[in-house]
């Protein structure tokens, strides 16, 4: 069985991780250095953590289950641990793109993350249906970066990624940078940020006197038709006449000219992760 040393197992990605790791055939070792932690593991997991040293002296892949800002300073302080040929699986692509790893061109460096359950699903389950972060009942898709080592480790990294992120439907293959984009440039900074102005807008429309419940209903509603028409999941479907005005009306309002090359820029995307890992 692979060996896989799993730090920040008690954490809440790191016990979602555990468990979907427990249906593998893979042998883990869980680390977890907080006492909260650790009884979180032991009561959700049913597995008791084993020291660092004892995990790391024997994986042949390491799963860094913790914070963004943490990652490069918890690799520095593993790496001369870690045996030539490691593989490092890392969950966000944040600190990899931000130089915050240590160099060692001889451990295999890879990011994953889920791209979670899509809006636009066939799950007829309750338990799948709620499970909006994925990596429980529903399904979802992921992304993965080989950012360095062989090619021969792409698939047993990618293998793992499924595993913990399970049930996974498609994987997609793509650059660090890429990543780096998609989050958090693409899912956060404006995917994120739109929809919390969705929700405000929902909040002035309740504030003006529409009834609560109606406000969310016509939205959501609306959002359905109006993200299948918009991304060629409707094809038949189109924007009426009213709606064309609205937003040809609505974008200078709402918008800057310039924001995609803002948000989207390679040094707005580095700065961006960079103060991820660097918080003030």
């Known amino acids: 069985m692979t060996r896989i040393a799993l730090l920040g197992a008690g954490g809440k990605m790191g016990v979602r991780l555990s468990l979907n790791l427990q249906r593998a055939d893979y042998d883990v ?53 870690l045996g030539s040929g490691t593989c490092v699986i890392m969950l966000d692509a944040a600190a990899p793109h931000a130089g915050e790893l240590p160099e060692r061109p001889d451990l295999t460096y890879f990011v994953t993350h889920p791209c979670h359950p899509p809006i636009f699903n066939d799950e007829t389950d309750p338990a799948a249906k709620a499970d909006f972060f994925g990596g429980v009942k529903a399904k979802q898709h992921i992304v993965c970066a080989l950012m360095q080592g062989p090619e021969e480790h792409y698939a047993p990294c990618e293998a793992v990624a499924r595993t913990i992120y399970a049930p996974v439907m498609r994987s997609h293959r793509c650059t660090l940078e890429a990543i780096a984009i998609m989050e958090p440039a693409l899912s956060e900074t404006v995917g994120a940020t739109l929809a919390l102005a969705l929700r405000e807008a929902a909040d002035e429309a309740v504030r003006r006197g529409v009834p609560e419940e109606a406000a969310h209903d016509f939205l959501l509603g609306h959002l359905n038709i109006e993200l299948a028409i918009a991304f060629g999941l409707f094809p038949e479907g189109k924007f009426s006449d009213g709606a064309l005005q609205a937003i040809d009306e609505a974008r200078p309002v709402i918008f800057r000219d310039d924001w995609l090359e803002r948000v989207f820029d390679p040094e707005a995307v580095l700065a961006s992760v960079k103060r991820i890992c660097n918080p003030a």
Do not use: Y
């Open 29 to 81: 070792a869980h680390v977890e250095i907080s006492a909260e932690g650790q009884k979180r593991l032991r009561d959700t997991v049913g597995v008791e953590c084993v020291p660092q040293d004892q995990a790391l002296a024997a994986a042949e892949i390491v799963i860094l289950a913790v914070p963004d800002r943490l990652i490069g300073k918890v690799l520095d302080g593993i790496s001369d641990q």
